[in-house]
C-alpha cells in the first residue's frame, strides 16, 4: 500500500512538473549557440575578412566564423550599408555598425541593403539603378516552417525561402506573380524563372539555395533590383557540422552519468533486499555471460534494416540522395525532428504540435496555397494514421532506432534491465496522457512544444544542423536513461505515437492472434516494449492489437507456439510463430548427441 | 528422524519384494502392447533400474553427482542443472509406498502424497534416499502438507508458489522464491550457478524439449505410430533420467518414429477411438489407466497430465539475455502457461486441452481423478460442460493406489470406447445417408 501511494505521489509531481515547467523551457538551457554582435562583420571592417572569401560582404557568428559570402564588387563600406535583422516575434530592426549587439531573440535572418548603383545590366547602353540587397538566412533554428519576411518599407523586393525548397518573391510587400526573375548561381550560370501565381520560383534545388544564388528583377526599364540570398550551408565533417554535435555529446554524457548512478543506486537497493542479496554479492550490475537464443529470424532482421535506412533518410536523405529536394508535400509520421532540413519527407509533428499555424503555413498572404497544404499535410498523415499506424514507430521511427540501440548497448554490457511490471506502466499512462496534452495544446497557449521535445536534439545535431536546446535537452538525458534500462521508453509515452495507433483497425498491418494455439505462456508479454497485457490474456479475439502495439515483431519472434501469433499484410500472413523456428537453436547434431549450445562469456 | 523407528528390516524386505513385483508386472503389460518401438528399450530400462533393480541414480554417472528431489513441475529443472545437480521427479504411483504412506497420512488425502510419504519412511528406493534436498513447491493442500510431514525424514525446501498468476506482483513472489532457492542449491552442490551456467540449463532442457516437439508431431499422426502408454512410460522416464541421455534415446525414438512414418507402420487401425488422457498425475507404475485404454481397443492420442507432457512443454522463452532475465524467464515459464488446479483461475488448461483436442483429433476424454484430489475433480464440472458442447464424450474415472478398482475400471473404460465407436459409427453412417 506504501508503495503505491509513493508511486502515485511520484506520478502526480512529474506530471504537474512537466505542465509546469514546459511554460518555463527557455529558462532551462542547455545549449546555446552563441550569436554575438562582435561576430558578425562585413567588407570595411579592419583586416577581418578571411583570405579565402573573395567577396565583400559577408556576414559570420559565433565562435567558428561561420561565412556567408555575396558575389558583390568591392569597395562597399560599412558606414554604406543599413543591417536589418529579424526577432523571433517577426519585427525587423536595423543593427548599427558592429558594435550594436544582436538582440537576444535573434532569429539570425539578416538583410544588408547596399549602396544603389548605376550599371548597365541588359547592355542596351543606358545605365539602370540598381538597388543591392543581401539577405541572410543563418544560425541555430534556421528552420522556420513560417516564412520570415521583413517586410521593410525599405526594401521593396525581397526573396524569402520557405518550406525547405521554394523561393518566395515579395515586391513592395505585395507577392510578385507572373514576373521574370534572372537568377544566378553560384557557379555563375544564369536562368530565367517566371514566378507562379503564388509569388513562387519553383525548380531551385536546395543545393543552388544553399551554395547562395542571386535574383534580380526589373519592374520597369530604369530599375533592377537584385537580392543576393544565402541560406546558411551545411556540409558534412566541416569544423561546424562537428560543433553540431556538441549538444548531442553533452546530453550523451548526461545520460552516461545518469546511468552509472541508475546503476549504482540499484546496486545499494539490491543489497538490502533478502531476495536479491544472493544476486548483488556478485552479479548485479556488469556480470560474464548472457543467453543467446540461436534463432535466425528474417523478420527482425528486416526491422533492424529499415529502422537504419530511416534514420539515414530523415538525417541525411534530404542532401544526399535527391539533390537537396524533399518531398515537402508528403508528411510520414516519424519522430525525427523537421528542424534538420534534410529529411526526405516531412514529418507531422512540427504541424501536430503546433495546430494554429498548421492552415498559416505560408503567412496570411496565400490563403488558397495554405489551404491546400494543410489539407495535404492532414490528408498524408492521416492516410499513413489510418493505413500504417504505428507500425511506423517499429520500422521507421529514427527516435525508434536511439532507444533499440541503446537497449542492445545495454545488453552488450550485460547490465540489468529495469523490468516495467504493469503496476510501472499504469503509473506511466498519466505521463502519456500529459505529453499528449502538451503535444497538442501547448501551442494554444502561446508555448512551443519544440523546447520540450527531447528528439529536438538528435537528427538535426547527426544531419550538422545547430540547434538550441532547452528543457527538451534535459528531457533527451531522461529519454536515454530511460530507454537504456528499460526498452522503448519513449514510445510508452511518446504523444504522436498514441495517436498513430488510433485507427489500429484499418491499418494495413495487423498483429493476430490465434486464441486456440495459446498456452499463455506470457513470452510474448515479456518480450513486448510496450507490456500489451491484452497479448498473453486475451482469448477471444483475433485482433490483439493495441494501441500501443509497435509491430515490432517481438512478440511473434519469442512466441513457442505454432501460428498463435502471426502479422498479417492485407490479410495474407507475412512472420508467424512457430515452435519449430522457436527451438531450431537446439536441434541435436545429426549423430543424436546433445552439444552445448552457443553462449558468450 | 523419528519417522524411521516404525520401520524394520523385514518391513523393508517384504516391501521390496512386493513393490517390485507391481512395478515389474505393470512394466511387462506396458511392454507387451503391439508396436513396442525399439528405441524405447532405454525409457523402459530406467523406469526397471529405479524401481525393480533399486539401482543407484548415480551409477555410471560422471556428470551429476547430486540429486536433487522435486515434487510439482513448478521447480525450474534449468536452475538444478545449472548448479550441476540432476533433478528426479520424485512424484510416484508405487502402490506398496502408498500402503506404507497411508499410516502417516490422513485417509482422505492423496494417494500419490503418500506413497512419496511411504518411500519417505520406508527408505528403499534408492532414487528417492539419494536425493540431498527436495524442493517442494507448495501447490494443492496435500503437496504443503507433505512438504511439513517430510521434514523429518528429509532435507525439504518449501517454495512458495502463488495461487493468482495474472499480475506482475505474483510471478515476482516466485521469482523472488527461486531467488532464494539459489544460493540452497549453491550450498548443496557446492557450485555456483552463473549466468553462463543457468545458461546450459537452459541448452541441456531445451534440446530435451525440442526432441520432445518433434516426437509430438509423430504422436499426432492418426492412424497412431506409438501407442498412449510407451508414450507415458518415456515421458516418466524423464523423471529419472538425467536430460542429456532422454534428448539422445528421444531422438533415436524420433528416427524410429521417422522411418515408421514412411513405412506407413502403424499401431493402430485407422478407426480406433483415440482418446486423451487429463487430471490427476499419472505416474509409474500406476498407469493402469492407460494400459486398460489401449488394452481396451482405444489409442492414447494425447495426455494431458503434469507427470505427461505438460512437464516439458512449454520452453523456456529468455527475454533478457542477462542472470535476471533468465531468472525472470523461469519465474514465467514456471507459473503462467502451467495448467495445474492449484490455481485460482484456470480457465487455460480448458482452452489447452481444446487445443490439443483438435490437434491430436481426440475423439474422448477420459478424466482421471486420484482419490483425493480436489483440485482436479473441481474442475471436472466445467470441463463436462465445455467438452459437452464441442459434442465430444467424457468420462471421469475415480482411481486409487491398489488393484481393487481396475476391473471397474476396465468395464467403465471400454464401455466408454464402445461408445465412442457408436457415436463414430452413427456419424458415419448419418454421413453417407
Redesign the interface.
Same mark, same amino acid.
Given at each position: 500500500m506504501k508503495v503505491r501511494k509513493t508511486g502515485v505521489v511520484i506520478v502526480c509531481a512529474v506530471c504537474t512538473f512537466l505542465m509546469v515547467s514546459a511554460f518555463f523551457a527557455k529558462s532551462f538551457v542547455l545549449y546555446d549557440f552563441h550569436m554575438e554582435a562582435s561576430d558578425y562583420e562585413y567588407s570595411g571592417a579592419k583586416g577581418a575578412k578571411p583570405p579565402s572569401v573573395e567577396t565583400n560582404v559577408w556576414f559570420s557568428y559565433g565562435q567558428s566564423g561561420r561565412l556567408l559570402q555575396y558575389g558583390l564588387d568591392s569597395g562597399i563600406r560599412a558606414e554604406d550599408m543599413t543591417v536589418y535583422a529579424l526577432s523571433q516575434t517577426g519585427e525587423s530592426y536595423t543593427v548599427q555598425g558592429n558594435e550594436d549587439p544582436i538582440r537576444r531573440d535573434s532569429l539570425g535572418y539578416f538583410i544588408a541593403a547596399l549602396p544603389v548603383t548605376e550599371q548597365d545590366m541588359d547592355g542596351d547602353g543606358a545605365p539602370e539603378t540598381v538597388y543591392d540587397y543581401a539577405r541572410a538566412d543563418l544560425g541555430p533554428n534556421a528552420f522556420n516552417p513560417a516564412p520570415q519576411k521583413f517586410g521593410e518599407p525599405d526594401i521593396p523586393f525581397e526573396l524569402v525561402f520557405a518550406e525547405r525548397k521554394y523561393i518566395m518573391v515579395y515586391y513592395e510587400n505585395e507577392i510578385l506573380t507572373d514576373a521574370e526573375i534572372l537568377v544566378t548561381s553560384h557557379s555563375g550560370d544564369k536562368e530565367v524563372y517566371r514566378t507562379d501565381e503564388h509569388g513562387w520560383i519553383r525548380g531551385l534545388a536546395n543545393r543552388e539555395i544553399r551554395e547562395g544564388f542571386t535574383a534580380s528583377y526589373s519592374p520597369d526599364s530604369d530599375t533592377v533590383y537584385r537580392m543576393h540570398y544565402a541560406l546558411e550551408d551545411y556540409p558534412y565533417f566541416t569544423e561546424h557540422f562537428f560543433a553540431a554535435h556538441i549538444p548531442l555529446l553533452i546530453i550523451f554524457l548526461l545520460a552516461g552519468i545518469g546511468m552509472i548512478a541508475v546503476c549504482l543506486i540499484r546496486n545499494q537497493l539490491a543489497k538490502k533486499d533478502p531476495a536479491y542479496a544472493v544476486y548483488s554479492r556478485e552479479r548485479v550490475g556488469i556480470y560474464s555471460g548472457t543467453w543467446k537464443q540461436k534463432t535466425n529470424s528474417k523478420f527482425l532482421f528486416i526491422r533492424w534494416l529499415c529502422l537504419f535506412t530511416g534514420m539515414f533518410l530523415w538525417t541525411y536523405g534530404g542532401k544526399l540522395i535527391h539533390q537537396g529536394q524533399v518531398l515537402n508535400e508528403i508528411s510520414i509520421p516519424v519522430f525525427s525532428c523537421p528542424f534538420n532540413l534534410d529529411q526526405v519527407a516531412e514529418v507531422p509533428c512540427y504541424y501536430l504540435a503546433h495546430l494554429p499555424s498548421l492552415f498559416h503555413r505560408f503567412g496570411d498572404d496565400f490563403p488558397v496555397r495554405n489551404m491546400v497544404y494543410g489539407v495535404m499535410f492532414l490528408a498524408t498523415t492521416l492516410f499513413c494514421f489510418i493505413f500504417l499506424g504505428r507500425i511506423l514507430c517499429g520500422f521507421l521511427c529514427p527516435a525508434g532506432l536511439i532507444q533499440d540501440l541503446m537497449d542492445k548497448l545495454r545488453q552488450l554490457l550485460h547490465i540489468r534491465p529495469i523490468v516495467v511490471t504493469d503496476k510501472l506502466n499504469r503509473l506511466l499512462q498519466p505521463v502519456k496522457w500529459v505529453w499528449i496534452i502538451l503535444f497538442l495544446g501547448f501551442a494554444f497557449t502561446g508555448g512551443d512544444f519544440c523546447d520540450i521535445c527531447p528528439l529536438k536534439g538528435f537528427t538535426t545535431a547527426q544531419g550538422g544542423y545547430w540547434t538550441n536546446l532547452y528543457l527538451g535537452g534535459f528531457f533527451a538525458v531522461v529519454m536515454l536513461i530511460g530507454s537504456f534500462f528499460i526498452k522503448r521508453f519513449w514510445c510508452i509515452i511518446c504523444p504522436m505515437g498514441y495517436l498513430m495507433g488510433l485507427f489500429k483497425r484499418f491499418n494495413l498491418f495487423q498483429l493476430k492472434k490465434d486464441c486456440t494455439a495459446c498456452t499463455e505462456c506470457g513470452a510474448c508479454y515479456h518480450a513486448c516494449p510496450m507490456r500489451i497485457k491484452s497479448i498473453y490474456t486475451e482469448r477471444e479475439e483475433e485482433h490483439v492489437q493495441t494501441v500501443d502495439c509497435l509491430m515490432c515483431g517481438e512478440c511473434i519472434h519469442k512466441c513457442p507456439e505454432d501460428h498463435a501469433l502471426s502479422m498479417t499484410l492485407c490479410g495474407k500472413t507475412v512472420f508467424q510463430s512457430s515452435r519449430q523456428t522457436f527451438l531450431s537453436g537446439y536441434a541435436a547434431t545429426e549423430n543424436g548427441t546433445a552439444e552445448i549450445g552457443e553462449r558468450e562469456d | 528422524m523419528a519417522g524411521r523407528i516404525h520401520t524394520n528390516e523385514r518391513q523393508r524386505e517384504l516391501f521390496i519384494k512386493k513393490s517390485t513385483r507391481v512395478a515389474r508386472s505393470y512394466l511387462n503389460r506396458a511392454k507387451a502392447l503391439p508396436g513396442l518401438p525399439d528405441a524405447t528399450n532405454p525409457f523402459f530400462d530406467a523406469l526397471e533400474d529405479v524401481y525393480i533393480e533399486l539401482k543407484d541414480l548415480s551409477e555410471g554417472e560422471s556428470k551429476y553427482k547430486k540429486s536433487i528431489g522435486t515434487l510439482c513441475v513448478m521447480v525450474p529443472s534449468e536452475l538444478i542443472y545449472a548448479a550441476k545437480a540432476r533433478p528426479v521427479r520424485l512424484c510416484s504411483g508405487s502402490y506398496t509406498a502408498y500402503s506404507i504412506g497411508d499410516d502417516y497420512i490422513p485417509r482422505d488425502a492423496c494417494p500419490l502424497v503418500k506413497a512419496v510419504m511411504g518411500f519417505g519412511q520406508i527408505q528403499a528406493l534408492p532414487a528417492f534416499d539419494q536425493c540431498s534436498l527436495i524442493v517442494a513447491p507448495v501447490t494443492c493442500d496435500c503437496k504443503k502438507k507433505l512438504a511439513g510431514a517430510l521434514e523429518t525424514v528429509k532435507n525439504i525446501v518449501p517454495v512458495h508458489v502463488p495461487p493468482l498468476k *495474472?499480475?506482475? %506482483?505474483d510471478i515476482?513472489i516466485f @521469482? &523472488?522464491e527461486l $531467488? *532464494?532457492l539459489?544460493?540452497i542449491l549453491e550450498e548443496e552442490t557446492g557450485e555456483k550457478i552463473? %549466468? *553462463?551456467s @543457468? %545458461?546450459?540449463g537452459?541448452?541441456?532442457v =531445451? #534440446?530435451a +524439449? $525440442?526432441?520432445m !516437439?518433434r516426437f509430438l508431431k509423430y504422436r499426432k499422426h492418426d492412424p497412431a505410430l506409438v501407442q498412449g502408454t510407451h508414450v507415458m512410460a518415456v515421458m516418466n522416464a524423464y523423471s529419472y533420467m538425467p536430460a542429456?541421455r532422454w534428448?539422445?534415446c528421444m531422438?533415436?525414438l524420433n @528416427?524410429e518414429m521417422e522411418s515408421r512414418l514412411q513405412k506407413q507402420q502403424f499401431v493402430g487401425k485407422a478407426k480406433q477411438p483415440r482418446i486423451l488422457v487429463t487430471g490427476s498425475p499419472i505416474a509409474f507404475p500406476n498407469i493402469k489407466i492407460p494400459l486398460l485404454i489401449e488394452e481396451m481397443g482405444g489409442i492414447l492420442a494425447a495426455d494431458e497430465t503434469c507427470m505427461g507432457e505438460r512437464g516439458l $512443454?512449454?520452453?523456456v !522463452?529468455?527475454?533478457?539475455? =542477462?542472470?535476471? =532475465?533468465?531468472m &525472470? %524467464?523461469f519465474a !514465467? &515459464?514456471y507459473t #503462467?502457461?502451467c495448467t495445474c488446479p492449484v490455481f485460482v483461475d484456470n !480457465? +487455460?488448461r480448458i $482452452? &489447452?486441452i #481444446? +487445443?490439443m483436442v483438435?490437434e491430436h483429433k481426440v475423439q474422448g476424454i477420459v478424466y482421471h481423478v486420484l482419490r483425493g484430489c480436489l483440485v482436479y475433480d473441481y474442475e471436472y464440472q466445467i470441463m463436462e460442460e465445455e467438452f459437452g458442447k464441442m459434442d465430444i464424450p467424457i468420462i471421469r474415472v475415480e482411481s486409487d493406489y491398489n488393484e481393487e478398482d481396475v476391473e471397474q475400471l476396465r468395464i467403465r473404460i471400454e464401455a466408454f470406447i464402445e461408445l465412442i465407436k457408436l457415436k463414430e459409427y452413427a456419424k458415419h453412417k448419418k454421413g453417407r445417408r
Open positions: - | *495474472r499480475e506482475d %506482483a515476482e @521469482l &523472488r $531467488y *532464494r539459489v544460493p552463473t %549466468a *553462463r @543457468l %545458461a546450459e537452459i541448452c541441456i =531445451g #534440446k +524439449q $525440442y526432441e !516437439s542429456e534428448t539422445t531422438h533415436r @528416427l $512443454y512449454d520452453p !522463452s529468455v527475454i533478457d539475455p =542477462g542472470f535476471d =532475465g533468465m &525472470r %524467464a !514465467s &515459464r #503462467k502457461p !480457465s +487455460q $482452452y &489447452r #481444446k +487445443q483438435r
